[in-house]
Each structure stands twice: as structure tokens, then as C-alpha cells.
């Protein structure tokens, strides 16, 4: 049997994936910007995954439920983590959200997938577009995040977006700032 659990942090990498822009732009995000992003962010890794001879995601709402929670709650409390302050990490999160594992066969073994997640914090002025791309480029430029979104065992994604307009990173200060949750399935 094989089970496979990943977060990015966990998996070669222990560094977070993070902006900040300077640049003009936005001065909060609407739910349907939010929404855009989601839906942006789904049509590309779903480009990247094809590009890489891989089967595109299927969105899953239960892990968008997990992953908008998370997203959700770093936005309100001002912290930007796997694990919330209390200690929760993916795999509780996916539980509370009513996620089951997905398991397959090959007739000589088991292969169940827990889950995996990626986080983006972007922070300062910038547009739906703008997000999206750092979101992706960060991504993608990061080992252990790069390797979740391309595990051929991930067939589900679903992806959570939270503005807060006050918070701070790494002693930098920002009134525009944006979480993003991706979790796999």
C-alpha cells in the first residue's frame, strides 16, 4: 500500500511562497474577483499539468471548502501558515470539510491520496491578473509546489481566496492583502 500526503512546506522545500507588489492597482477584492482568480488559477495549472502530459484537474467542491476555510481564516487573523495557530493542518482541515481519500488499484497494490496543499500570499497593490500570474509563477518556481501540482496521483483540486485589507508579513505592513489556498485530492 501507498500513501501519499503532501504539503508544500513538507515536501524539499521549507520555504513559503509569497509577493509583494508595489505597484498601483486594486484597493480591496470583490467576491467576484475572488472568483475570477479561483477560476483563473484552475485554467492554468490545468494548462501546465496538459503541457506536462499530465490529466488536468477536476474541481472538487469539498476541497474548495477546506481550502476557502483556511484561506478564510489566515485573512481574519492575520497569519500565513499550514498550521493555524491551534496547531490544524491540511489533512484536519480536509476532514472537517468532509473530504474522503481517494483510492485506486493496479490489482498488485493500493494507492490511497490523502492530499496535498499549496499556499500563495500576495501583498500590496495589484490586479486579478497580476495576482493570478505571481500566484502561478511562484509556484512554479518553487520545488516542493511545483511537485504537488504536477503529482500525476492528484486528480482533484479545489482552491480558496480571502482578501484582508490589513495584515503583516516578514515586519512588512500591507492594506492589501490576498491568501490563496490550493488543495489536491
Not at 15 to 21: A, C, P, Q, V
Not at 135 to 160: P, Q, V
Amino acid at each position: 500500500m501507498v500513501l501519499i500526503v503532501a504539503s508544500a512546506m513538507c515536501i524539499n522545500s521549507h520555504t513559503y511562497t509569497y509577493t509583494y507588489s508595489t505597484s498601483s492597482g486594486l484597493n480591496e477584492l470583490t467576491e467576484e474577483q475572488e472568483k475570477e482568480i479561483r477560476e483563473m488559477i484552475f485554467e492554468r495549472i490545468n494548462e501546465i499539468r496538459r503541457q506536462n502530459g499530465i490529466p488536468p484537474f477536476k474541481y472538487n467542491l469539498t476541497l474548495e471548502k477546506a481550502a476557502q476555510m483556511h484561506a478564510d481564516d489566515m485573512a481574519r487573523r492575520n497569519y500565513f501558515s499550514h498550521e493555524s495557530p491551534e496547531g490544524e493542518n491540511f489533512m484536519d482541515r480536509l476532514a472537517k470539510a468532509g473530504y474522503r481519500p481517494r483510492s485506486f488499484s493496479d490489482g498488485k497494490s493500493e494507492t490511497i491520496v490523502y492530499g496535498g496543499e499549496n499556499l500563495f500570499f500576495y501583498g500590496g497593490k495589484g490586479n486579478v491578473e497580476s495576482i493570478v500570474t505571481e500566484a502561478i509563477k511562484g509556484w512554479m518556481n518553487s520545488k516542493g509546489h511545483r511537485e504537488n501540482r504536477l503529482r500525476k496521483e492528484f486528480a482533484l483540486t479545489g482552491i480558496g481566496v480571502a482578501f484582508s485589507n490589513n495584515c503583516t508579513y516578514e515586519d512588512k505592513s500591507f492594506t492589501f492583502c490576498v491568501y490563496i489556498v490550493e488543495m489536491f485530492g
